[in-house]
């Protein structure tokens, strides 16, 4: 694919391949709605270049399910009255994803500490912690070294 | 109308959460059409001054340009807009009054290129003084419009706004006894004067709005909280009937009221019709701080109190920094004044407001309407006055508050709420985890010495404050609301309404509501978006209305669609509609009757009627509404369509259509070293009637208490001379995660006491307006001086604290 020096990589997400579940706010990587995994990495998609992300592999939210089925954290986030308007979700989900992904025995300082990149205006942020906490904690339960 | 069972709340799940969770939901800013242009917008760099010239050429020239669009390019449409005063021209004629104001727009093929060429629209103007100050403002001599836009006789709901010869956008009053004399006779009088800050409202996905002209028609998606508001003002300025513009709002990225009202609709709208082509336009943060902003306002009130510590007067002056254009400021400003005094009995009150024009971005509506300003300087009063009087600020609440039924304001809904109940709620609450007193402070430091930053806390000492406030807002706005709730054949309904779901839930609780009174399951109904074509009239979303106004009207149109299946059960065995009742969710022929009908072989009606009977008496438990569908049609399809109008009639005749209470506690730590202001425990008491989502409820409480917590400690926008200098999210600072409460415990009061559905009051604001106020007199108690001005930075309060040692 080739692409116009200059396209974020939000722009290309969002205009060139209508995947319009990621969403853009404050454009100065302070709000995390943006953000995306580049090689399992959190990054705001809307201050990175898509020519830089050559040979990468880019998630987003509509990456995370396995057809019907949630992944965990959308699971948790969907259980625990986590949002309202839901523009800042995919950002705080995709930044969950990559926080368990990265540590999965994250604990409540950890959560505070990933989490705090990320606003949203709505819900006063108790139950989105929360949910967090949950997915972890589902996370380990389900995890392969757990069913040894 | 039906029957319903004891009504139960029920916390089920949102019905967005699916689509919201795997980035499928669909927001405004996601809506494309096809051969759709860009359009980007040429700003202001000036706060007030005549524009000489623009040089578009180069912009006209650049790649992908398709139009440059100013004022004069407009032909004969309407220029201006403003459904209370029509003052805001879609692109500056002739003057700007604000940096950051709309001159011209570049519609191109593409954002960037759209974007780049509006860098090469060159405006000269010639400079005016800017009046960037309210108080200047109306001293100045300058008019920031030299001519009025009002029309003398127009009233918008009380809001009669007139031509003024200063730079005053409103002006209004309520009064009653004689306050003057009474202060002066007064045992005690307490003044206190409090600045609240100019606040924007930061709904994430910023304002945004995609316009669709062709002969005859407009079509626009966007962001509007009010989409028949927007249809209205668009008709006007394109010479359409209402019918020819469609306003279509899908899911919203937060509201708060920024969303009221006329935005950027008529600059889509223009540069379609000018363009040619679908265009769309979205402002970025800085872009949505120059759109709409909250009124900034100075408010001084007086208390005069008697030997036992009871009211006799108050004397307040409001005044409001609005902006360059009125908006919705006007009936902010007829809000503040009503919402000013508190819910405590005033014998003689007198309130003077004014809302200014000053050449800063316009302000409107948000979150909660006045009554915070108000309530930051009438409570924190009341807390000086406990503090004067030597009584305990709760007890001198208690002395004064308002007992159910009593009456506000005169002609206007006596009290639907018990405050002194909220009140001890909230006491409760702080008390069941009361504070550390002040001379263990430093051992709590100590026990607590590292904050989940990880960041060592001071040890220099901590100082404790605890403080409650309440409010009481007439809300709920108009009620003027239609519903339609129309049944397929197999008994599932889709519920139309043209509320807005911006975040707070209406489409949960609504389907909620219908599913109640139609007594089908809760996925049996179908709940759709906004779109001023197919969805029936809605004043607006706003003033915490929806679950109370357009609820009752659901509850009507679900009464009406009862109504048109026993007419058509009735008809279609030939009874008369009366014989036919509504039971458990079931149509029965009444029992009366079906008795006596057993054994009549007589006559043709007999025979009829003994046939109904014996269709109810075969399936043991009437008809369910299915059948009566299928049997009239004679066909397994069709629908029944029932229709519910509320207005101002009946339960919502006398206004407001309920009071909205607010009643918050909160405590604070003051890090005596720095200033830094922990909220240690946020109390909330919901004062709803009735919860029909008591989890919604609830997110809507901690929601608009946390954005209050923002305007008390972190939010502000500063001007700087003539520019706003921090147009963005790194320096105007919102509430974060890290932020949060350390503990919070929030209430519902279910009391039953509203005029909405099953009791049910509105919920939205009433937990955000007493906040600040709370705030402001907990650091006050923490630090031992109060505070005057919020929001409560680190610097501000290290002030204070340096004053509390003189």
């Known amino acids: ?148 | 109308m039906a029957r319903v069972r004891a009504v139960k709340a029920l916390s089920v799940p949102r019905r967005d959460a699916w689509e919201k969770v795997t980035g499928r939901a669909r927001y405004a800013v996601d809506a494309a059409l096809p051969n759709m242009a860009h359009a980007a917008v040429v700003r202001s760099e000036r706060a007030h001054a005549y524009i000489t010239s623009i040089d578009r050429a180069e912009a006209e020239a650049a790649p992908g340009v398709i139009a440059v669009v100013t004022a004069g390019d407009l032909g004969d449409l309407g220029l201006r807009f403003g459904h209370i005063v029509p003052d805001h021209a879609i692109l500056a004629v002739d003057k700007v009054r604000y940096y950051g104001e709309p001159v011209a727009a570049v519609v191109a093929e593409t954002p960037h290129q759209a974007a780049d060429a509006a860098e090469m629209v060159w405006v000269d103007y010639d400079d005016l003084p800017a009046l960037t100050d309210a108080a200047t403002a109306l001293a100045s001599d300058v008019l920031i419009h030299e001519q009025s836009y009002a029309s003398e006789g127009e009233k918008f709901l009380d809001v009669a706004p007139g031509a003024s010869a200063d730079n005053a956008a409103h002006r209004g009053e309520l009064a009653w006894g004689d306050a003057e004399a009474a202060l002066a006779s007064a045992a005690t009088v307490v003044e206190t004067t409090t600045t609240f800050p100019l606040v924007y409202g930061y709904a994430m996905e910023t304002y945004n709005a995609l316009a669709d002209w062709q002969p005859g028609s407009l079509h626009v998606v966007s962001t509007a909280q009010h989409p028949l508001m927007v249809r209205k003002e668009l008709a006007r300025m394109f010479s359409l009937p209402l019918a020819a513009v469609r306003v279509e709002v899908p899911y919203i990225g937060g509201g708060y009221g920024s969303k009221s009202y006329t935005k950027l609709e008529p600059l889509a709208a223009a540069a379609s019709w000018a363009a040619g082509r679908p265009v769309k336009v979205t402002t970025d943060v800085e872009g949505a701080m120059y759109t709409t902003r909250a009124d900034g306002a100075r408010v001084t009130v007086r208390t005069g109190f008697d030997a036992d510590a009871r009211i006799t007067a108050r004397d307040i002056n409001i005044l409001f920094d609005t902006g360059a254009y009125a908006d919705n400021s006007p009936l902010v400003l007829t809000k503040s004044i009503n919402r000013s005094f508190g819910p405590y009995r005033m014998p003689n009150l007198r309130i003077r407001g004014v809302a200014a024009y000053t050449n800063t971005s316009p302000a409107s509506s948000y979150r909660g309407f006045g009554a915070p300003q108000a309530a930051l300087a009438g409570e924190l009063n009341m807390d000086m006055a406990a503090d004067r009087l030597g009584i305990d600020p709760v007890e001198l609440r208690r002395r004064n508050l308002l007992a159910p039924g009593d009456t506000l304001i005169p002609g206007k809904r006596p009290l639907d709420a018990d405050l002194a109940a909220d009140l001890d709620a909230v006491v409760k609450a702080l008390d069941g985890h009361a504070a550390v007193p002040d001379a263990a402070a430093s051992a709590v430091a100590s026990a607590d010495d590292h904050d989940v930053s990880g960041q060592a806390r001071s040890k220099a000492g901590v100082r404790r404050g605890r403080a409650v406030a309440l409010t009481a807002s007439d809300a709920g706005a108009s009620p003027n609301s239609t519903a339609q709730v129309r049944m397929h054949a197999d008994g599932s309904v889709t519920l139309l309404v043209s509320s807005t779901e911006m975040g707070q839930g209406s489409r949960t609780a609504l389907a909620q509501i219908a599913a109640r009174e139609l007594c089908v399951p809760l996925d049996a109904v179908a709940v759709g978006q906004s779109d001023t074509r197919f969805t029936p009239f809605e004043w607006t979303t706003g003033a915490s209305r929806t679950t109370t106004v357009v609820g009752l009207a659901v509850q009507a149109a679900c009464a009406d669609l009862w109504d048109a299946l026993r007419a058509r059960a009735a008809e279609s065995v030939g009874v008369p509609v009366g014989d036919v009742v509504v039971h458990g969710g079931r149509l029965h022929l009444d029992a009366d009757i079906s008795d006596t009908v057993g054994g009549s072989g007589a006559g043709e009606r007999g025979a009829r009627v003994a046939d109904f009977a014996s269709v109810v008496k075969g399936s043991g438990s009437g008809l369910a509404p299915a059948e009566v569908i299928r049997r009239w049609f004679g066909a397994d399809a069709g629908e029944v369509v029932g229709v519910g109008v509320i207005r101002r009639a009946g339960a919502t005749e006398v206004l407001p259509p309920f009071w909205e209470i607010g009643a918050v506690g909160v405590e604070v730590s003051v890090d005596t070293a720095t200033g830094e202001v922990t909220v240690e425990h946020l109390v909330t008491v919901g004062d709803v009637g009735h919860a029909v989502n008591p989890e919604l409820v609830k997110g809507q409480d901690l929601g608009a208490a946390t954005q209050g917590l923002g305007i008390a400690l972190w939010e502000e926008m500063v001007y700087d001379g003539e520019q706003l200098t921090n147009p963005n999210l790194v320096e105007y600072r919102v509430p974060r995660l890290r932020d949060t409460p350390r503990r919070i415990t929030s209430v519902l009061a279910e009391r039953g006491d509203g005029a909405g559905p099953y009791g049910a009051k509105g919920a939205g604001e009433g937990a955000l307006n007493p906040v600040p106020a709370a705030v402001a007199a907990a650091v006050g108690r923490a630090v031992g001086v109060w505070p005057t001005e919020l929001p409560l930075t680190p610097p501000r309060v290290w002030s204070l604290l340096q004053q509390a040692q003189q």
């Open chain 1, 1 to 148: 694919m080739l692409v116009p020096i200059r396209l974020t990589v939000a722009e290309l997400l969002r205009d060139r391949l209508r995947l319009t579940g990621t969403k853009v706010s404050c454009e100065m990587q302070v709000c995390g709605v943006c953000t995306v995994l580049v090689d399992g990495n959190p990054v705001s998609s809307c201050t990175t270049l898509a020519c830089d992300l050559d040979g990468t592999e880019v998630l987003t939210v509509e990456g995370l399910a396995r057809g019907r089925d949630l992944h965990p954290v959308q699971d948790a986030f969907m259980a625990a009255n986590t949002l309202q308007c839901g523009y800042c979700t995919p950002g705080f989900i995709m930044m969950t994803v990559a926080l368990l992904d990265a540590y999965p025995d994250a604990d409540h300082h950890d959560v505070r500490e990933w989490m705090d990149g990320n606003l949203c205006r709505c819900t006063g942020y108790a139950p989105i912690e929360t949910a967090v906490t949950v997915a972890a904690d589902r996370m380990r339960a389900e995890s392969p070294e757990n069913e040894l």
